[in-house]
């Protein structure tokens, strides 16, 4: 079986511009140095957090001895006045912390930048690196976007390469730097790179330390306007777990020397990455980059006036096929992770069985005749004593299927067991799950895993009961139309989630329209279709199984046909857009 684990976007012809390696970054930087008017050159090379700052100013200061470097650093605040300004947004909990609504200044000492913006230069070039260093100088003559991907930033945590911004925390836990990052740094950080995004001159790429990569501005903007133009994919990534399975790492091909693989984001744009293909090299920027510079295109209208610059589907695995069960969970309430966190929407979700052992199960919703109290008190109780919470006894145990669909709408307790293979279909919000139970199990870093029994009774839903799920949350399949060769059903969401799911079976040529908003689809059944444009607006795109494909809502009318591949009377695609 194909799956394409590098997809990527082709620049077009005129702006394949992109240099490997120092020497040619810094030369590079030169050319365009020299061919600026002034006398007293300004360079500012911006960051994310996360990037390698020793190793950027230890470069220019190589390649431009006789040069100035100015540290965004120095100017900021200090650190016990950081910590002191974002403990309301990072707080005392373990994992949840609170949106920021702090801005890249608030990092720095006001009078600092004024006296750095006031200092006279010498007639050599200055260069300005760091988190905020855009700050730090009015009209450069260079701006230069030192990118990262998120996924790259948590790998660097775990080998305590980075620092959150202000902070010298490196020998910090992953679970502290990761809070910080989620709900302060890459907040303050998203925003500034808003605002530069249309203008800045060059993209440094240094995801891969090995190979620094350098590429225009012009040509980074000319692929992400292309890539709201056609289907395209982001780089998926793979990570083990307590209760991962072997489906994935099988399947897809993976480091068969990995105990196992317990999830993938696969289409996730805060944490994935797009790969830009130039004719030498693939360059790395975070997919995010895309809903940032053009959200209307990519969104719709619609959805963006209802999320704003945010991608609010998303399409992850969850593998437990030779694994264990994952948590008993539940999802916050819109108005308790609006009111506790400052998140707008909340985690809606979805299972969606892609594969599934004989034995297969899922926990969804309470039993009839249970007493709230009497299940608090016994996950405290196991929690603190080790002993073993009989989830039987308190949540309802479905058997599971391939093709079956379970639909989590916040509130609702579940757990998907051992032996599912699940493509969870969901918001975006990623990370506020209320674990209440986890089996008395330890993480991958050998500590106990968190658990959120104190924000989970506050959200749980005690009246979805066997009846009620039944008859509202497993597969509640509804065939809209057919037509010769094909069938199209409605899948789910809840009334209450705000995404709605279509599973199309069909071995013809099947017609679609984006209706101007975000549509995300997988081929759930079969080997291979090509997804085509009526007027050839865009190249044929192949997507192979299990592979999550972004339809941007400026596509428009696309078609899907199976391909030769296909050893079967029909193939199957599950396509998830926002309710209108």
């Known amino acids: 079986m194909s799956f394409n684990k590098y997809p990527t976007i082709k620049i077009s012809p005129e702006q394949d511009n992109c240099v490997l390696g120092w020497e040619q970054i810094c030369n590079r930087i030169k050319k365009s140095i020299a061919a600026t008017d002034n006398q ?49 947004d990072v707080t005392d909990d373990r994992v949840f912390g609170r949106i920021t609504q702090l801005r890249i200044i ?14 006279k230069l010498t007639n050599n070039t200055t260069f300005y690196i760091g ?110 777990g307590p209760w991962g399975g072997q489906w994935m790492k099988e399947k897809f091909d993976l480091d068969k020397n990995s105990k196992n693989f317990a999830w993938s984001f696969n289409c996730v744009p805060e944490e994935n990455s797009l790969l830009i293909e130039f004719s030498n090299t693939n360059f790395e920027v975070p997919s995010i980059n895309v809903v940032f510079y053009k959200p209307i295109e990519l969104l719709g209208p619609s959805v963006y006036n209802e999320f704003g610059a945010e991608f609010p589907i998303r399409f992850d695995f969850l593998d437990t096929m030779g694994g264990g069960n994952l948590s008993l969970q539940v999802h916050p309430l819109k108005s308790y992770i609006k009111e506790q966190f400052g998140m707008d929407y ?17 926990y969804l919703g309470t039993n009839d005749g249970i007493d709230s109290s009497d299940m608090i008190d016994e996950l405290k109780h196991s929690q603190v004593n080790g002993h073993i919470f009989d989830a039987e006894k308190y949540s309802t145990k479905w058997n599971a299927k391939k093709h079956d669909h379970f639909l989590i709408p916040a509130g609702t307790v579940h757990c998907s067991g051992k032996d599912c293979m699940v493509l969870e279909i969901s918001a975006t919000p990623y990370i506020f799950t209320f674990k209440l139970w986890d089996w008395g199990r330890l993480g991958m870093d050998g500590r106990p895993r968190p658990i959120s029994i104190e924000h989970g009774e506050k959200v749980i839903q005690w009246d979805r009961t066997p009846d009620w799920t039944a008859n509202n949350l497993i597969n509640q399949f509804e065939e809209i139309s057919s037509g010769e060769g094909w069938i199209e059903e409605k899948t789910g969401l809840h009334d209450l989630e705000f995404i709605e799911t279509r599973r199309q079976w069909f071995d013809c040529k099947v017609s679609h329209n984006t209706n101007n908003t975000l549509n995300v689809l997988m081929l759930i059944d079969g080997e291979e279709a090509i997804i085509e444009s009526p007027n050839h607006a865009f190249e044929p795109f192949i997507v192979n199984y299990a592979e999550a494909i972004i339809i941007p809502a400026n596509v428009g009318e696309y078609s899907i046909t199976p391909t030769d591949k296909n050893k079967k009377d029909k193939i199957a695609v599950i396509r998830a857009f926002v309710k209108s």
């Open 106 to 119: 608030d990092f720095f000492e006001v009078s600092k930048i004024n006296t750095i913006k006031n200092k």
């Open 346 to 362: 909340t985690q809606d979700e979805s299972y969606y069985m892609l594969d599934a052992g004989e034995d297969a199960f899922v």
């Open 40 to 88: 007293n050159k300004k360079v500012v090379i911006e960051c994310y957090q996360g990037c390698n700052l020793e190793e950027i100013k230890s470069v220019i200061s190589s390649y431009f001895s006789r040069d100035t470097i100015i540290d965004s650093s120095d100017y900021m605040k200090s650190e016990v006045d950081i910590r002191k300004m974002t403990q309301p």
């Open 131 to 240: 988190i905020g260093a855009s700050l730090l100088v009015d009209q450069p003559n260079l701006i230069i976007y030192a990118d990262m991907a998120r996924w790259e930033i948590q790998q660097r945590m775990r080998s305590n390469q980075v620092d959150n911004i202000g902070i010298n925390d490196r020998e910090e836990s992953i679970e502290k730097q990761y809070k910080r990052a989620y709900f302060v740094d890459w907040r303050v950080c998203d925003e500034l790179k808003k605002e530069l995004l249309p203008k800045f001159d060059y993209i440094l790429d240094t995801n891969n330390v090995n190979e620094p990569k350098l590429a225009t501005g012009d040509a980074i903007r000319s692929a992400l306007n292309q890539a709201t133009k056609q289907p395209f994919s982001v780089v998926p990534y793979f990570d083990a």
